[in-house]
Each structure stands twice: as C-alpha cells, then as structure tokens.
C-alpha cells in the first residue's frame, strides 16, 4: 500500500523567504506526482503536475522536483508571500484513471 | 482544465437524516472521484464512480451509507445516509482531466455539519 509522507508539517517564516516542502512516497511505481494548494476550509487547488518521466516542474515562484527512484519530491517557493500560507498536499497517482493517494500536508505561514 | 462545481456548499444536518451531494463538471469526463476530509485530516477516498457502472468503494466505505450514481459523463451524487456526527466532514469530488497529463481537479467541497 502506497504511503505518502510529508515533512514539516507545520512551518512558519517570515516573508521574502525561500523555502522547501518535503515529499516521500513508499512504491517508486508511480503514474504522476501533484502538488496541491488548500485554504482553511476550501477545495483543493492543483499547483504542479509531475509525469513519472520528469525530473521537475516550475510555475512562476514554485518549483517541483521529482526523485522517482527514491521516492521524493520537493516543493521550492521562493520569495514567499504572505499570501502563500495556506496547507500544501502532496499526492501521487499509480495509473492513469486511479485515484490519488494524499499525504497528510504541510500547513504553511508566512508572517509580513 | 476541467471546471467543477458542488452543491451545497455547506449544510447542517440532524443525526438520522440523510443528504445529497452534487459534482457538476464542465467537460465530459470518465473517472469521478469521491473524498472525505475529515477535521485536520488529509484526504481519503471512499469511492470511484465511473459512468455506466456500479462505483467502486474504498475499504470501509460501504453502498448503503455512500450511495453514489452517476448518470452521465458530466454529472454525479453522493449521498450521505443515515448521518452521525461522525460524518462532519468537507466532501470534495475529483476528476482526471483527458488532456494526455492526467491532472486531477477537485471541486471546492461540500463542508458537512451533523449535529
């Protein structure tokens, strides 16, 4: 059973800092790698998409890394922003049409 | 990417009642995916519901309590019967878009109250 593990699980910084979220996946065997967006209360909002073939992925200040073979990804956000703070989902796919399997997040701050 | 939306947003309900949750999408999609997120947890799956067929149910999620239908590519429901508070949770729908990357999105979630 895939076991996906994130690390912090909470972190606060002060704003203008670069930081980095921690992903690890148990079975390499793996079809794509999300990274997920959650406000308090709200739905899901996907950030970054990682085919198995990929080494990484950027979109604006966020960077996503993939290790397949290890089992680890690495969510990059530079320059953070208050507006940043929000619970950060990591979530891996074992096939086109399955449904993901989530680790349990990091709840960012990021304090002006 | 695809659209999706549920109703309701959010209820309040009485222990025993039942109610039902919409995902509208606004492209024809093959897998939808049912959640629950239950307070300060990550996301669990309780069922995938594919057009045309029965929905496939995750270990400890049951028809009986969830049952779900769906009747064509652009549409489905999730019920919640015989509710508990145990059932206090946000309740998000998913699909995987077409596009050759097989992202998924998620709608914004049901948040369930059972009093």
């Known amino acids: 059973k895939q076991e996906v593990t994130q690390i912090p699980a909470a972190l606060s910084v002060p704003e203008g800092e670069n930081l980095v979220l921690n992903c690890s996946f148990t079975?390499?065997?793996?079809?794509?790698l999300q990274w997920f967006r959650q406000d308090p209360g709200k739905g899901l909002t996907s950030l970054l998409l990682?085919?198995?073939?990929?080494r990484e992925q950027t979109s604006g200040r966020l960077n996503a890394s993939l290790d397949k073979s290890s089992g680890r990804s690495t969510l990059y956000i530079a320059a953070s922003q208050p507006g940043d703070s929000a619970t950060y989902l990591c979530a891996v796919s074992p096939n086109s049409g399955y449904a993901l399997n989530f680790g349990k997040g990091t709840s960012l701050l990021v304090t002006p | 990417s695809a659209v999706i939306s549920q109703k309701p947003s959010r209820d309040i309900c009485q222990r025993g009642t039942s109610l039902t949750i919409q995902c509208q999408v606004d492209?024809?999609?093959?897998?939808m995916f049912w959640y629950r997120q239950q307070p300060g947890q990550s996301l669990t799956l309780i069922a995938t519901?594919?057009?045309?067929?029965?929905?496939?149910?995750e270990s400890g999620f049951v028809i009986d309590k969830f049952p779900i239908s769906r009747p064509n590519l652009t549409f489905s429901t999730l019920t919640v019967s015989n509710m508990s508070p145990e059932d206090s949770s946000i309740y998000l729908c998913?699909?995987?878009?077409?596009?050759?990357?097989?992202?998924?999105?998620f709608g914004p979630g049901t948040r369930l109250t059972v009093l």
């Open positions: 998913s699909v995987e878009d077409l596009d050759g990357y097989n992202e998924q999105f």
């Open positions: 492209s024809q999609v093959t897998m």
């Open positions: 990682i085919q198995s073939s990929q």
């Open positions: 519901a594919n057009q045309g067929s029965e929905a496939t149910y």
């Open positions: 079975d390499s065997a793996i079809y794509n």
